[in-house]
C-alpha cells in the first residue's frame, strides 16, 4: 500500500514538472541555440576574428619559395672549330696550304651549333618590412574591424535576450489575462443568477437583469478575444523556441511583479551609461577611429618604404655542351622605394579620406545626442509607470471599500444589483490597468537596459528568479 502511494506521488511529481517546463531561463536556452540571427552574427564575428591575423600578417615577414625544373633546346649561329681542327688530324697537306686552311676556316665560321640540356633551379626569398607606415596604419584599420564584429554580436545577443523576455511575458500575461477574464465572468453569471432570483421574489428590477445580460455577452465576446491573444503569444514563443508551445507549459504568475523607481536615480546617470556602452555609439566610434586610421594611411602614402630583402638561388644544368653545370646565389640587402608623383592621386586620396572622417566625427555626435533624447525619453515613461502605478494602487484600494459597500448593500436589498455590478466591473478595470501596468513597466526596464547597452542575461535570470517564487 505504501508503494502504490509512493509511486502516485512520483507521477503526479512528473506531471506537475511537464506542466510547467518551459520558464523563462529555459526558453532562453532554446533560443540560443536555434536562432538564426544569433547564429549569423557567430559566423561574422569569427571571420573578423580572422581580418585581425591579416593584418598581424602585414608586420610579419613573407617567405616563399620557388622551383623549377626543364629541359632546353639550345641553337647557335656560333662557329664549331671543333670538327675543323679534327679534319686536320693526318692532313699535312691540307695545313700547309693556306687556301685550304682559309676555305676550311671560312666553312666553319658560316656554321651553327646546337644543343639540348636539363636544367633544374630551386629559390627562397625573404621580405621583412622595416618602416612602413601605410603598413601600420592597414594593420589598425584591420583591427578596428575585428572590434566591429565584436560589438555586432553584442548588439544581436542583447536583441536576442530581450526578444525572448518580450515573447515570454507577452504570453505570460495573455493567460493571466485570459484567467482573470474566466473569472470575472464566471462572478458575472453568479450576479445574473442573483438577480433572476431578486426579480422571481418581486425584489429586484428588470433593467438590471437586462443589463446584466448584456454584459454576459460582452464577457464572452471578451473571453474569445483573450484567447486569440493567447494564441497569437504562444505563435511567437514558438517561433522563438523553435517548436510548439501549449498553455501548460509556461508557469503560473502567482507573484507581483514589483513596480519600483530605477537604479541608478535620474536620467544624466542612464544617458552616461549610454554614452559608454550602447552598440550603436561604439559602433560609430570605431566608425570614427576608422576613418582617422585611413586619414593616416594617406598621409604616409609619400613617406618612404624599408624593406630587408633576402634571396637563396640555386641551379643546376645538365646535358649540354659549354654550359656551367651549376650555379648558387646569395643576396641579401635593403629595399628602399618613395613616391614621387602619382598625377595628383595622393593628394587627392589624402583629400577624400579627411573629409570622411570628418563625416563620422559628425555622424558620431548626431548618434550620442538621438541616444541621449531617446534614454530620457524612456527613463520618463518607466518614472511616470511608477507615479500612475502609486495613483492606481490607491484607487484600486477605494474601489474596493465601495465594491464591498455595495455588496452588503445589495445582500439587504438596498442596492441593486446592476449597482453592484458596475462598482465590480471598475475594480476590475482598475485591476486589469495595474497588472498591464506591472508587464509595461518591466518590458520597458529590459529596453532601457538594452539601449543603454547593459542588458545581458543575469537580467533573465533575476526575472526567472522572480517568477519562480510563487
Known amino acids: 500500500m505504501l508503494y502504490k502511494k509512493i509511486t502516485v506521488f512520483f507521477l503526479l511529481s512528473l506531471a506537475t514538472t511537464h506542466a510547467y517546463s518551459l520558464d523563462l531561463w529555459s526558453v532562453y536556452a532554446l533560443a540560443l541555440k536555434q536562432d538564426a540571427t ?35 633546346f639550345y641553337d647557335s649561329d656560333s662557329p664549331n672549330y671543333s670538327e675543323v681542327l679534327a679534319g686536320f688530324q693526318g692532313d699535312l697537306e691540307c695545313v700547309q696550304n693556306n687556301t685550304c686552311l682559309t676555305e676550311r676556316l671560312q666553312a666553319a665560321s658560316s656554321g651553327t651549333t646546337s644543343s639540348k640540356y636539363t636544367s633544374q633551379s630551386i629559390g627562397l626569398n625573404l621580405t621583412q618590412p622595416i618602416y612602413d607606415k601605410t603598413r601600420w596604419h592597414e594593420y589598425k584599420k584591420l583591427q578596428i574591424l575585428s572590434k566591429k564584429g565584436a560589438v555586432t554580436l553584442n548588439q544581436t545577443h542583447a536583441d536576442l535576450i530581450y526578444r525572448t523576455a518580450e515573447a515570454y511575458l507577452t504570453a505570460l500575461q495573455a493567460l493571466n489575462n485570459l484567467k ?19 426579480l422571481q421574489k418581486g425584489f429586484g428590477r428588470a433593467s438590471d437583469l437586462y443589463e446584466l445580460r448584456t454584459a454576459d455577452q460582452l464577457k464572452s465576446s471578451q473571453a474569445q478575444i483573450l484567447q486569440s491573444g493567447l494564441k497569437a503569444a504562444l505563435s511567437e514563443l514558438s517561433a522563438l523556441v523553435g517548436r510548439r508551445v501549449h498553455s501548460k507549459e509556461i508557469q503560473r504568475l502567482e507573484v507581483k511583479i514589483p513596480v519600483k523607481s530605477l537604479k541608478p536615480h535620474g536620467e544624466q546617470a542612464w544617458i552616461g551609461l549610454a554614452k559608454k556602452y550602447n552598440a550603436l555609439v561604439q559602433d560609430a566610434t570605431l566608425e570614427a577611429q576608422f576613418a582617422a586610421e585611413e586619414l593616416k594611411l594617406k598621409k604616409s602614402a609619400r613617406q618612404p618604404k624599408v624593406n630587408l630583402f633576402a634571396n637563396y638561388n640555386n641551379s643546376k644544368t645538365s646535358g649540354g655542351q659549354g654550359f656551367v653545370p651549376g650555379a648558387e646565389t646569395k643576396f641579401l640587402g635593403v629595399d628602399i622605394t618613395a613616391p614621387l608623383y602619382q598625377g595628383g592621386a595622393m593628394g587627392a586620396a589624402k583629400k577624400k ?24 525619453a524612456l527613463y520618463a515613461q518607466i518614472q511616470g509607470s511608477v507615479r500612475t502605478f502609486s495613483i492606481l494602487t490607491d484607487s484600486l484600494s477605494a474601489a ?42 518591466l518590458l520597458n526596464k529590459l529596453k532601457l537596459r538594452q539601449l543603454v547597452g547593459v542588458l545581458n542575461a543575469r537580467d533573465l535570470k533575476a526575472i526567472n528568479s522572480l517568477l519562480a517564487a510563487n
Do not use: M
Request: overall charge positive; aromatic content about 4%.
Open 180 to 198: 482573470q477574464g474566466r473569472a470575472e465572468h464566471t462572478d458575472l453569471r453568479r450576479q445574473l443568477r442573483f438577480a433572476q432570483r431578486q
Open 38 to 72: 544569433l547564429k549569423i552574427a557567430q559566423q561574422k564575428y569569427l571571420v573578423d576574428q580572422q581580418t585581425a591575423v591579416e593584418g598581424k600578417s602585414l608586420l610579419r615577414p613573407n617567405v616563399s619559395a620557388n622551383a623549377r625544373v626543364g629541359k632546353s
Open 400 to 441: 474596493q471599500r465601495a465594491e464591498s459597500n455595495l455588496s452588503h448593500g445589495a445582500s439587504k436589498g438596498v442596492v441593486s444589483v446592476a449597482e453592484l455590478h458596475r462598482a465590480k466591473e471598475k475594480t476590475a478595470s482598475i485591476r486589469g490597468r495595474i497588472e498591464a501596468l506591472r508587464f509595461e513597466y
Open 353 to 376: 579620406a579627411q573629409y570622411q572622417s570628418q563625416a563620422s566625427e559628425h555622424k558620431l555626435k548626431q548618434q550620442q545626442q538621438r541616444l541621449s533624447v531617446s534614454v530620457a
